[in-house]
Each structure stands twice: as C-alpha cells, then as structure tokens.
C-alpha cells in the first residue's frame, strides 16, 4: 500500500508529511514488513493556524475556538498532503491511505495517570478534500485501555529497529532509540533472541525549552537555536542545572509521558527569570536548558534501562543540534562509566526528520489490517490494542485490504 502519515509534534514547526510503500505482516513467515520511504517534507504552519494552536496549548480556547480549530486545521492537514505529493510527482488518487497523528492540544494527567487526550485535525475533513480514507485519533485507545497514549513511534522502534546481539562489542546490547522533539521519548530495544520486552517513555524536555530560549533571546525572530549556534556561545551553570534536574517527573518510573501541559511559556519564563537571577545572559541560559535535555535523557538511561546500552540512535530535530549531541555523548558517558556510542538514524538507513510521519503511516497501515499498533510494555496500557478512528475517504470501497476490500 501507499500511505501517507503526517504529524504535527508539540514544537508545532510545521506538518511532517511522508509518503511510503508499505507491504508484509509483522511476524508472519516469509511477509517481513517493510517501509519503505517515497519522499518527505515539512509544510510550515501558516501563522494565522500556529498562533491559534499556541492558544490552545495554553488553555486559552473556548469549545467553540476548539471546534472550529479541529476543521481548520483538519484542511491545513490535507492541503499539506497533497502540496507534498504534488511536489514528488506522486498523483493523489495513487496513495491508499492517509495516516494523521493531527496535533496534541492537550494531554490530561492525574498524578501517574492519563485520563485523556486530544488531538485536533478533523479526519473527516482531510477525507473529504483529498477523497483519500484517513485514519487518526491513534492514542485514544491506549488510553482507554489503561496506557499513557505515548510514545506510539515504540511500534515502529519495535518492528524495525531492534538491534542484533553483540552491537558495538557489548554481549546482550540494548539499543536506545531517542527521538528529540519538542519533548523527549526513549524506546530501550532489547537484542534481536532475546525475549525480553522493550521499554518506552518520555524522557523529559526535548527542544521545548531551548526553542523558548532561542526566542528570548531574538525577542522572538528565532524560532529555534539552528545548529546550537546561541548555546555554543554560553556556559552552562552547573548549579542551575542541578536545581532544575530535582524534578518529579524524572524521577517517576515508568510508564510516563509529558507534554506541553507541564513544558509551559510559564514555566520557561520562570526558568528564563532564575537564569538571570543568577547573572547568566541569553546564551548561558541556551546553553543551560541544552544541558537539562542532554543532563534529562543521560539520567534516564542510568535510572531505567532494562538492560546493558551498546548505542544510542537519535531522531527528531534535536538530532540536527550538535551541541545537543556532543552534551548527550558526554553525559552518557558520565552518568554509565563508559562511553557509548551516539549517533543519528540516518546510521540505520532511515532519514530521522521523517521517523515519526512514517511511525503514523505505519499506524494507519496496522489499523486497516487489523493490527495493534501499541506496545504494552512501553505505554502501560493493559493489552494490544487496534489504534485509530478510520474516516472513509472516496477511495473506501476501492480500498484493498489483502484479499478483502474494506467498502
């Protein structure tokens, strides 16, 4: 099949879309599954749409602002599909299926426990103007069966990436697959024979924090630190740092995940304000909330990690920072006695800016077949579980599933 997955992450940058041919059946003799990318791009969001989601992320939203965002945005989704398949050459009418993780507004948290999510980007509404049958609202149903709703890309980690024993010399090496978005998710992979079952969870603070410190610093002109520029000019308070790692969420064992409901301007701003307190300018405080990502996901491996790390492969755009890869490397290596190999998934042959669209093309391929797309021991929830609401676009009774056809 060809399918298209899309997502806007909580950095809300842009729509991630990326197009791939996707065939076979996990586990089943002589049908590997194979996802294989045709082309990826990130659409920006127009300002009008990424001021109203920056609304929303901080509660600033009526059920009637919130419902006439679901259907903006749901066209902005499908506006960005078919820009991208236009570009590749890629006919509309030839992608199956259309996989969207929308975008996360809010992710509802009592204590240890999520009781609900939401994620905008009306399905319906992308059915309907691309006629392509869309499948979305993917983390409802780890939820409902007791799960954090997160992180869903541990399907994809699970499925391809689990790494053969004896990687990098270390005999039953586990491998740590880190996605740096605006929030950081680990999937820990046991070797490939081993029974063990993998671990997921949101490490921390991923780009969140340093975007807001790019911000502050350009008085809004950048959106982001591009390349580690501002960070590589400061120094990072020790002490400072210290002070913002004592923090309850890093300490809470898995499964847990977080978001932009605890990653807020608010508290930004206060941390910004602390920063300053203590005589560090702009490009300390870049530098210093860098540290606390890389400081976050070095604590988390020696707090969690199932098993012996033999590497460590990053996704998302912290991937792109490397100022952000070179304090990960060191910390790790602090934190676990040993250094350890650190690299980006491009090593693995998969292009990381497009890891988490093709995790939600993939979601949206499990779904239609039957599949579960989570994984228990890395969300929570208490069993496998089919995810996503499928919305049927003009190609529904067209749609082949093996040797059925779903209309």
Known sequence: MLVAGMISGTSADGIDVAIADITGRPG???????????????????????????????????????????????????????EVAQAAGIPLGDIDLIGSHGQTIWHDAEGER??????????????????????????????AAGGQGAPLV?????????????????????????????????????????????????????NVLID??????????????????????????????????????????PPKTTGRERYTATLAQALHGAARSSGLNDADFAATVTA????????????FAPGPLAQVVVSGGGARNPVLMAAIGERVAAQLGRPIEVCTI?????????????????????????LPGNVPACTGASEEVVLGVVAPGRN????????????
């Open 292 to 303: 606390l990502t890389a400081a976050s996901i070095a604590d988390a491996y020696a707090r």
């Open 396 to 407: 529904y009774r067209r749609l082949e599933i093996g040797d059925w056809r779903l209309g």
């Open 154 to 206: 541990s399907i994809f980690d699970w499925l391809l990436l689990r790494p053969a024993d004896g990687l990098n010399g270390v005999a039953g090496g586990w491998r740590a697959a880190q996605n740096i978005g605006g929030i950081g998710n680990v999937t820990f992979l046991p070797p490939l024979g081993s029974d063990a079952p993998p671990l997921a969870f949101d490490t921390g603070p991923g």
């Open 28 to 82: 089943a003799p002589g049908e590997a599954l194979s996802v294989r990318q045709r082309v990826f791009a990130t659409i920006p969001w127009p300002a009008a749409e990424r001021a109203l989601i920056f609304d929303l992320f901080a509660n600033r939203g009526t059920p009637q602002a919130v419902c006439r965002a679901n259907f903006a945005l749901g066209a902005t989704f499908a506006r960005a599909v078919a």
């Open 114 to 143: 999520i009781t609900s999510t939401l994620q905008i980007g009306e399905p319906a509404v992308i059915a309907g103007q691309t006629g392509i049958t869309t499948v979305a609202d993917f983390r409802v149903a780890d939820v």
């Open 346 to 370: 491009e090593t693995l042959g998969i292009d990381g800016d497009a890891k988490e669209a093709l995790t939600f093309a993939l979601l949206a391929y499990l779904c239609v077949h039957g």
């Open 212 to 253: 807001w410190a790019a911000a502050f610093a350009s008085d809004g002109a950048l959106a982001y630190d591009h390349d580690g520029r501002l960070a590589a000019q400061g120094r990072v308070d020790e002490a400072l740092l210290a002070r913002w790692l004592d923090d309850p969420y890093l300490r809470q064992p």
